[in-house]
């Protein structure tokens, strides 16, 4: 049975879970980050951990707040571990209410007690304890300090039975609780009070699982009953009854109590958010993390691992298969389809990470909060809402968290219209495309035409939500409240940690699905209709990618090597330099770029690039993209708007372009 | 008088939220803005964007025409 971590957002919950279980996990400091349960093992403890996405409270306005409460709906679970952020002690409890009216054994976190004091904010945790009757236990998630206590209080109160406290919740309201929880299931998670309770707030999810198990028109019937005697919501009058409960708590057990804003975070923000200059402060720092990912730093650094594997590695391989007498087939595989397909795109390793380090920088300072006010009214001029700006810089990254941290908007619609724009968000597999034909064509012009299809394809994404917004996905009732916490210094080891574990994907891909393509391409290079180890003009790669080089050639790349590059680039984009490096015979970028600059102009490199950047989502952002909506429709909805966005946008750069002039 | 009315850096008293969306009510109120709270406009966010508040130290975005429609003294 798991140990459950529930926390409000931006509290430190996942760099408590990560001192917890010494995990490599993924830390952000804006809501939402958690978008799945992540499940870790305790320390020395083997006991299993489960990281919960941040709520406010049990009732869930957005996808991923479901995943809270379902859990509890759900699963068993021996312990919950509350982690309180110290300086928002009364907005914290309100989520600790709900999860001591559960009746799981709760130990509390009392976090940022370091934070909260300079803040105004002093607690006395013994006094706490006595008070809510469960251990409370200050620590510091970000240094570790005091996990070692809170993980000895979770073994002690793990699966000890523990009675939930009760609030008087006044006469009407305890009638109600009392008659519904007669009508309830023996069986009903927590126990039937809380039930009630959830149920008379209000809460979807209970309601949901309630309805599947019997009539709710009787339970529905009494909260009316309940509301007319007591003139407004039910909800309402929970709120405020616990509201006054947790009044009471903090007036007993709190030494100071301010709630003070930190200084610095003010003067930041009176820059950063500023009405004049907070959006040319953001275009700034993304053009300079454009520049330093492909300029300044990431060019260099992959311009040498590209010299080391056309170079050394080359050879020693060589020298290493002819050595235990390989074959010439073995010899030409390893050489002309690994080393070609794999090495071709592990090159990119550190511009990708560079960029990765970026976005991590941004979630963790906090900053990343406020570039979603910072682009709402922008957003919701387009029909979406500021806080979908943030899973499109994730999707920068990588499209398939991307769609995920889309489950952070509230509204159906607008998350759905996110989701279709997000394979626009250029991600970094599309890099190696761009760096190679960038390179080729436009070296001294880099960044800039980099930049500019990164542009491009935001564009597009926000014009296609235009589009959903005033046609098929019409919404009337956008919503926006977020929440900008503090801004702290990234710790390095999380930074690190956070960094790793978005890239590691990049070259787990390559060890896998690209090995493995690499392998296919090779082979259907080798293979013909007419025999084996054919011309590569015989090959059945050829005839394959011949099939829709006619289709191409408007678009000003018509030859069968770009036609099944992009056949093979649906896998993974950055299997389209992998193909052509195997395609073209070569093992290194800088024979490549040779036989490119041969082969395309200027101009039709770019129209490349252009769809390369539009053309069908990746297969891992196809499978994310069903997932997440949970249809075909409009999983194959956003690979034929992508498809047919891609032809006519190429098209046009590529027509105009020629009769412009541009070679 | 509604939030908006205040200048940079006012505080004020919030009296009602006269916010028709009910997930929306539910959020402000789990942020700790409700009736008798302090409330104070840090920053507006141009062409009619969001603005920036402040409630127990801590800093809130929300949309301008929903800070409109709460009610301050």
Known sequence: MYVALFGNPNTGKTSLFNCL????????????????????????????????????????????????????????????????????????????????????????????????????????????????????????????????????????????????????????????IRRIAEQLPDDVPGNKRWAALQF???????????????????????????????????????????????SEAIAVTAIEFEQKPLTLTEKIDAVVTNRYVGLPIFLALMYVVFMLTFNWLGTPLADRLDAFFSGPLTDWLSRLLHWTGASPFIKALVLDGVVAGVGGVLVFVPQIFILFFFISLLEDSGYMARVAMVMDRMMEAIGLNGKAFIPMIIGFGCNVPGVMAARTIEQPKERLMTILALPFMSCSARLPVYALFAGTFFAREQALVVFSLYVLGIVVALGLAKLFSSTLLKNENSLF??????????????????????????????????????????????????????????????????????????????????????????LAKEVVVSTMNIIYHVHEASGLKKVIAAQFTPLSAFSFMVFVLLYTPCLATVAAIRKETGSWKWTLLSIGIALTVAYMISLLVYQAGKIVGFP | ????????????????????????????????????????????????????????????????KEAASIEVR
């Open chain 1, 200 to 246: 008379l707030e209000g809460n979807e999810r209970m309601a949901a699982y309630l309805h599947g198990r019997f009539d709710l028109s009787p339970l529905a019937a009494i909260r009316e009953e309940t509301e007319q005697a007591l003139g407004y919501q039910a909800a309402k009058h929970i709120y405020e009854t616990r509201d006054r409960w947790i």
């Open chain 2, 1 to 64: 008088m509604v939030l908006t009315d205040l200048y940079k850096g006012e505080t004020a008293v919030v009296v009602r939220l006269a916010i028709e969306q009910e997930a929306l009510k539910q959020r402000l109120l789990h942020l700790g803005v409700k009736e008798g709270k302090m409330v104070r406009l840090k920053a507006a966010m141009p062409f009619g964007g969001p603005v920036m508040v402040e409630v127990d130290g801590q800093a809130i975005g929300l949309r301008r």
């Open chain 1, 481 to 570: 409240v977020i929440e900008l916490p503090p801004y702290r210094v990234p710790q390095a080891l999380t930074l690190w940690r956070s960094t790793w574990e978005k890239g590691k994907g990049f070259i787990r891909k390559a060890g896998t699905f690209i090995f493995g393509g690499s392998v296919a391409i090779w082979l259907l290079t080798y293979v013909g209709p007419r025999g084996v180890g054919v011309p590569m003009d015989d090959s059945l790669l050829a005839a394959i990618g011949g099939l829709i080089a006619p289709l191409l050639s408007p678009l000003g790349f018509g030859a069968w090597q770009a036609g099944a590059a992009l056949i093979t680039g649906f």
């Open chain 1, 21 to 176: 279980t010494g995990s490599y996990e993924y830390v952000g400091n804006w809501s939402g980050v958690t978008v799945e349960k992540k499940v870790g093992v305790l320390r020395q403890h083997g006991v299993p951990v489960v990281d919960l996405p941040g709520v406010y409270s049990l009732q869930p306005l957005s996808r991923d707040e479901g995943v809270a409460t379902d859990f509890l709906l759900t699963e068993p679970c021996s312990a919950i571990v509350n982690i309180v952020d110290a300086s928002q002690l009364r907005r914290n409890l309100h989520l600790t209410v709900q999860l001591l009216e559960f009746g799981c054994p709760v130990v509390i976190a009392l976090n940022m007690v370091d934070v909260a004091e300079k803040r105004g904010v002093k607690v006395d945790a013994a006094k706490l304890s006595k008070y809510l009757g469960v251990p409370v236990i200050p620590v510091i998630a970000r240094t570790g300090k005091g996990t070692n206590e809170l993980v000895h209080a979770v073994l002690a109160a793990k699966d000890k039975p523990h009675p939930a406290i009760a609030i008087d919740y006044g006469a009407e309201v305890e009638n109600a």
